[in-house]
């Protein structure tokens, strides 16, 4: 089955920028979510194929997809944003249609 | 405002059985796909099980196929997940989630489910 891989872990400075990676083959031609996940609380959209937001989701948050790489970018980066994130892609004629990253904490220094 | 809510985890035996419920609300359920997606603990997430808006479609992950059966009440807007033949592997955080062209939005807050003798 289709395998996303992620960094365990990316630290970041307050107001700086943080890019979360997700590989995969030829992900670029594949539509990629994203979620953001609190310690203790369910996950949340926070991109969706590929670098649209939900409403709500500060635009801080932003996405791009191409060739084996996706990648998630947090900018202006604030406490609150401290938390785990997954990636995601959808293959519906698949006999594992969907598919997570296998997630990254970002740390907030 | 659209809204998940699981209950009917606890403690279970290894090759006991259990029924999840997930009760929606603040859209129409029956135009949705609906999954269930577990979280052992500090593991990742992982797809369970979907269901077609009909429930004329059902599809499982390979770990759960023939122990586990997703269905649906369209009447009572509730989303439900039969487990049987337990297995101290399916201790997770189970959570139900709305799905729209590929992507989870929302979820529930997760219900608890420990298997353990």
Excluded at chain 1, 71 to 97: F, K, M
Excluded at chain 2, 60 to 76: E, H, L, Q, W
Aim: with cysteine; hydrophobic share 30%.
């Amino acid at each position: 089955s289709y395998v996303l891989t992620q960094p365990p872990s990316v630290s970041v400075a307050p107001g700086k920028t943080a890019k979360i990676t997700c590989g995969g083959n030829n992900i670029g031609s594949k539509g990629v979510h994203w979620y953001q996940q609190k310690p203790g609380q369910a996950p949340v959209l926070v991109i969706y194929y590929d670098g649209d937001r939900p409403s709500g989701i500060p635009e801080r948050f932003s996405g791009s997809n191409s060739g084996n790489t996706a990648t998630l970018t947090i900018s202006r980066v604030e406490a609150g944003d401290e938390a785990d994130y997954y990636c995601q892609v959808w293959d519906n004629g698949s006999d594992h249609p969907y598919v997570f990253g296998t997630g990254t904490k970002v740390t907030v220094l | 405002e659209v809204q998940l809510v699981e209950v009917g985890g606890g403690l279970f035996q290894p090759g006991g059985s259990l029924r999840l419920s997930c009760v929606a609300s603040g859209f129409t359920f029956s135009n949705y796909w609906m999954h269930w997606v577990r979280q052992a603990p500090g593991k990742g997430l992982v797809w369970v099980a979907r269901i077609h808006g009909d429930g004329s479609n059902t599809q499982y992950a390979d770990s759960v196929k023939g122990r586990f059966t997703i269905s649906r009440d369209n009447a009572r807007n509730r989303l439900y997940l039969q487990m049987s033949r337990l297995r101290v592997e399916d201790t997770a955080v189970y959570y139900c989630a709305r799905s729209l062209r590929g992507r989870f939005d929302p979820w529930g807050q997760g219900t608890l489910v420990t298997v353990a003798s």
